[in-house]
């Protein structure tokens, strides 16, 4: 056999098997300082209470490729003397993240023992209830929250009002005047604020509605920016009904507000502390979890934050759902699966890329659930992301579909696994374009994001 028949023969495979798709290369990170915006945050959550130390993870903040971090304020650890106010632990961690490139934002929350006692008369043991309703507590909060938003203003213009307030439509009149006066202390040293309210541990649409109702009656919904929502579910696919369900909600009030998903995370193994963690997690799972999430959201207008940076001590248990695994001494051992997925969904999908709303595609063979949403940048170059959204991430085999998308053209399109991090070339004979219809052969498809993009769009180490 002749050398041009050889070489025949082997692009013909290559066109018939993706197995057989030549390598082009894998998806090359880049750094939070190197990307202008985008839909992405990652949790810097429950320093506050010490379950996680900023020196021990801050390198691998950057490198993430996030652009910005959610915060938790710390009331308890900041006045810890009636009036005087300690942001040392904080001021380094505040100016490290805007040096590293990554914007904060703070979630105002949690109670202080100086002022507020639980049931039995005793200082406050649960820091995460609900906001206090007592006058005096009140008054002390709007001290504390003015001398946050006058410290960090210059660094910081989202706020979040409270996380995970509890008790649906039966705290909804209580939370809302929480939510008044503290975005009206906001607002009155920082006009451009943004806030976000709600951060509620699920889609708590009692709390949502009942809330918005009392803002709407006192003329207040345009204090707010944002409803948040924390929606834990094994399948990250299956929250979506509801939150098309809180988007009527929250539109039938104010088309203004949008949606926020402040909060969201999977462990990397079974067992733990918190949300969800009774499943037979591992890392890969985890990495799956987490891209779907992130990708469901971008697909839906929704800007979403991952919970967390890395693992969190908690008093008793650890909390798995971080993308660092750290020791018992809270140092970090190693990145997991999820930090490298995430660090390719960063280098990939910045806001150069906006959503396409007018898209249809085919697929052949039929799957009983498959998640596709499409993106284009400014000049019109196309990436379309796939993944299979029947149920939790698990050990799926790959299936060979075939796709076709409508209303937009490819002209060098490669394939990308965002979990593995491999970029193939698409041989011509597995892609025809004809007009805006674009037709692919066997694409491999599992439960875990992939993407079909013009190599422009994807940053290639080869």
């Given amino acids: 056999m002749s050398h041009c028949a050889a070489l025949l023969l082997a692009a013909l495979a290559a066109a018939q098997d993706p197995a057989a798709w030549p390598r082009a290369g894998t998806i090359q990170p880049r750094h939070a300082r190197d990307v202008a915006s985008s839909n992405w945050s990652i949790g810097a959550e429950t320093m506050d209470r010490d379950y996680t130390v900023y020196r021990n993870w801050r390198e691998y903040l950057g490198p993430l490729g996030f652009k910005k971090a959610r915060l938790q304020s710390g009331w308890a650890k900041t006045e810890k003397e009636k009036g005087k106010y300690d942001f040392a632990w904080l001021d380094g961690i505040v100016r490290d993240m805007a040096a590293q490139g990554v914007e904060p934002w703070m ?30 507590v ?30 649906g439509a039966k705290i909804a009149a209580d939370y809302a005047r929480f939510m008044i006066v503290t975005a009206e202390a906001i607002r009155a040293r920082q006009p451009s604020a943004k806030i976000i309210g709600f951060a509620t541990a699920g889609i708590d649409l009692p709390l949502i509605r009942g809330g918005l109702e009392v803002l709407k009656q006192e003329g207040k919904l345009g204090l707010l920016d944002f409803v948040c929502y924390h929606p834990y579910s094994e399948n990250p696919d299956a929250s979506y009904a509801k939150v098309a369900e ?4 929250v539109e039938s009030f104010d088309p203004r507000l949008k949606l926020f998903q402040g909060e969201n995370g999977a462990p990397s193994q079974k067992g733990g502390y918190g949300a969800i963690a009774g499943y037979a997690w591992d890392e890969e799972r985890q990495a799956k979890w987490a891209l779907r999430r992130l ?12 919970f967390s940076i890395c693992d969190m001590q908690y008093t008793n248990k650890m909390n798995y759902k971080g993308l660092l695994a750290v020791n018992a001494d809270k140092v970090v051992e190693r990145p997991k699966q999820s930090y490298f997925a995430l660090q390719r969904l960063a280098a990939v999908f910045d806001d150069r890329l906006r959503r396409v709303a007018e898209f249809t595609f085919k697929v052949e063979p039929e799957v009983k659930a498959l998640a596709v949403f499409a993106y284009a940048d400014a000049s019109g170059a196309r990436a379309v992301t ?4 029947d149920g939790p991430p698990r050990d799926t085999e790959v299936s060979k579909l075939d796709l076709a998308f409508e209303g937009g053209a490819f002209k060098d399109p490669v394939y990308a696994d965002l979990l593995k991090g491999e970029v193939l ?8 374009q004809e007009g805006n219809r674009a ?23 080869k």
């Fill in 138 to 167: 009140t008054e002390a909060w709007v001290r504390y929250v003015g001398a946050v938003v006058d410290r960090y203003k210059d660094a910081i213009d989202e706020w979040e009002l409270w996380n995970e307030p509890r008790g």
């Fill in 246 to 249: 809180l988007r009527k909600v």
């Fill in 439 to 461: 037709a692919f052969k066997g694409v491999p498809v599992y439960d875990s994001p992939v993407v079909i993009a013009e190599r422009g769009l994807i940053p290639l180490k």
């Fill in 425 to 432: 070339e698409i041989p011509r004979g597995s892609w025809t």
């Fill in 295 to 306: 990708l469901g959201d971008l697909g839906r207008d929704i800007p979403s934050s991952y």
């Fill in 107 to 136: 979630c105002l929350c949690y109670g202080n023992p100086l002022y507020q006692a639980d049931d039995k008369g005793t200082k406050l043991a649960n820091l995460g209830s609900n906001p206090s309703t007592d006058p005096a």
């Fill in 386 to 389: 796939v993944w299979k959204s």
